[in-house]
T-cell receptor, first 116, second 106 residues
């Protein structure tokens, strides 16, 4: 079974530029998550989708970050404009369902963003 | 939201030693996971363990949900066990601890 796919793996941009990340979850997984992991910290949830609807985006900086999950499969996360403090690894994860008896999350390899 | 605390923050072992990593959480949880983040940044699932005990080779985990903690045991550690170990409480939203950085020396 294929895992969670992400691209690109690395991205270097200048501040105030825009950037987009792509995620393809495990086939059949209804729930998709985007996390931000700053060096030396644990991942922090940015946004959570159930199919193509947003379940939780309370920690998403909506003035510069946006995300969508069209057709309930792939997802893109965009930053516009980027700031220095956005330098981090952006992780995508998926699980079979939102909640209940079993919602183990599986993570992709991440995209390492450096903002200069 | 739920708070997740991990201890110790850093651990250095000689190859072959055993270790115990602890995860405390501030409220009852229905679901809990342990991950290993390797030096390349990949988060690898170790255990999905809302309660009880599970074992996988040299690793085992125990969650006592009523007392709000989980333990990860690593026996006969190897250099490839090095990295950061995270526990995460799967409650909306999912909360990660700050991690335990394990270094296993040959």
């Amino acid at each position: 079974e294929a895992g969670v796919a992400q691209s690109p793996r690395y991205k270097i941009i200048e501040k105030r530029q825009s950037v987009a990340f792509w995620c393809n979850p495990i086939s059949g997984h209804a729930t998709l998550y985007w996390y931000q992991q700053i060096l030396g910290q644990g991942p922090k949830l940015l946004i959570q989708f159930q199919n193509n609807g947003v379940v939780d985006d309370s920690q998403l900086p909506k003035d510069r970050f946006s995300a969508e999950r069209l057709k309930g499969v792939d997802s893109t996360l965009k930053i516009q404009p980027a700031k220095l403090e956005d330098s981090a690894v952006y992780l995508c994860a998926s699980s079979e369902r939102l909640a209940g008896a079993y919602n183990e999350q599986f993570f992709g390899p991440g995209t390492r963003l450096t903002v200069l | 939201g739920i708070q997740v605390e991990q201890s110790p923050p850093d651990l250095i072992l000689q190859e072959g030693a055993n270790s115990t990593l602890r995860c405390n959480f501030s409220d009852s949880v229905n679901n809990l996971q342990w991950f290993h983040q390797n030096p390349w940044g990949q988060l690898i699932n170790l255990f999905y363990i809302p309660s009880g005990t599970k074992q996988n080779g040299r690793l085992s985990a125990t969650t006592v949900a009523t007392e709000r903690y989980s333990l990860l045991y690593i026996s006969s550690s190897q250099t490839t066990d090095s990295g950061v170990y995270f526990c995460a409480a799967l409650e909306p939203p999912m909360r990660f601890g700050a991690g335990t950085r394990l270094t296993v020396k040959p």
